[in-house]
């Protein structure tokens, strides 16, 4: 079975700063990987996805994150965290051998950015 | 192009009593997926279509929750009787393809609250 761990709660750093939020990842082949993030009452919103190739994927509002297969992780990373990027972010993996598998998302990592 | 489109945004119920979600996909979106986010978890996949047809309906627990999607266009989940512990978000998702590398888009879901 496919798993997701995102191990802390919640991370907070100062704006301006560099930021990660982990995650790992357990499947049985290779996985795709993606990360979501989640403001107050809304829907989830796509941020970038691993699928082959390069292991540093970049996507949207400056995030970038770094496949590393031997750790099994999958971190998400802003060089630069603003204020407004203080959310809820979820990691997801499917198994690549599986088209129709589930979409297996983490609990959630909630990122505070203070001015 | 518009969102996934999810109504209503929210829902009080009595226990035991029925409750329905409507999800409109983005158009030409072939792949549906319901799933349950219970506050503090990461969303839960309950159902997912391919068109009409259902290709993973593993975590539905089907004694009280049933979805349809007639015509491979709107869906519809209902939950009868409810029970307190079905409080949560309910999120409609749509893809273009199935495939595992594909992406999914969130509507801004309906938050359910039964007591």
């Known amino acids: 079975a496919q798993s997701v761990a995102q191990p802390e709660d919640q991370v907070n750093v100062a704006e301006g700063n560099p930021l990660t939020v982990k995650c790992t990842y357990s499947?049985?082949?290779?996985?795709?990987l993606f990360w979501y993030v989640q403001y107050p009452n809304r829907g989830l919103q796509f941020l970038l996805k691993y699928i082959t190739g390069d292991n540093l994927v970049k996507g949207s509002y400056g995030f970038e994150a770094e496949f590393n297969k031997s750790q099994t992780s999958f971190h998400l990373k802003k060089p630069s965290a603003l204020v407004s990027d203080s959310a809820l972010y979820f990691c997801?993996?499917?198994?690549?051998?599986?088209?129709?598998?589930?979409?297996?998302f983490g609990k959630g990592t909630m990122l505070l950015v203070s001015p | 192009e518009a969102g996934v489109a999810q109504s209503p945004r929210y829902k009080i119920i009595e226990k035991r009593q029925s409750v329905a979600f409507w999800c409109n996909p983005i158009?030409?979106?072939?792949?549906l997926y319901w799933y349950q986010q219970i506050l503090g978890q990461g969303p839960k996949l309950l159902i997912q279509?391919?068109?009409?047809?259902?290709?993973?309906d593993s975590q539905l627990p089907k004694d009280r929750f049933s979805a349809e999607r007639l015509k491979g266009v709107d869906s519809t989940l209902k939950i009868q009787p409810a029970k307190l512990e079905d409080s949560a978000v309910y999120l409609c998702a749509s893809s273009l393809v199935s495939g595992a590398n594909t992406e999914a888009f969130f509507g801004q879901g309906t938050r359910l609250t039964v007591v």
């Open positions: 158009s030409g979106h072939a792949t």
């Open positions: 499947v049985s082949g290779n996985p795709y």
């Open positions: 279509f391919q068109n009409n047809g259902v290709v993973d």
């Open positions: 997801a993996v499917r198994d690549i051998e599986s088209g129709y598998s589930t979409l297996t």
